[in-house]
């Protein structure tokens, strides 16, 4: 049974940070792409930031480029989201997924999801 579990998320001032983590099981993790994905409330979700499978290539949407930071354990089958400076418009569910292809911020690529954990990020 494929199972990401999001951990991490909370409440937090702006300017604060927080690192989330997504634990995988239940698939070989080592072989696919992971990212993180946001949804905040009235939006569509949007793609976060993706990192590769073997060499750690890593990509990022424009709004979090500098703050954020995307890694992977492959011993541990977890990805982190490492988020500096957050702002208040940071404040969405956040998810982790996982995409059998290539590096991509695709959506549709992504074939399994977790169940999200909530930042929020006050003013």
């Known amino acids: 049974q494929v199972q990401l579990v999001e951990s991490g998320g909370g409440l937090v001032q702006a300017g604060g940070s927080l690192r989330l983590s997504c634990a995988a099981s239940?698939?070989?993790?080592?072989?696919?792409?992971m990212a993180w994905f946001r949804q905040a409330p009235g939006k569509e979700r949007e793609s976060v930031a993706a990192?590769?499978?073997?060499?750690?290539?890593?990509v990022y949407e424009d709004s979090v480029k500098g703050r954020f930071t995307i890694s992977r354990d492959n011993a541990k089958n977890t990805v982190y989201l490492q988020m500096n400076t957050l702002k208040p418009e940071d404040t969405a569910v956040y998810y982790c997924?996982?995409?059998?292809?290539?590096?991509?911020?695709?959506?549709?690529?992504?074939?399994?999801w977790g169940q999200g954990t909530q930042v929020t990020v006050s003013s």
């Open positions: 990192v590769s499978r073997v060499n750690g290539d890593t």
């Open positions: 997924a996982a995409n059998f292809g290539g590096l991509s911020m695709s959506r549709n690529l992504y074939v399994y």
């Open positions: 239940g698939f070989i993790f080592s072989r696919y792409t």
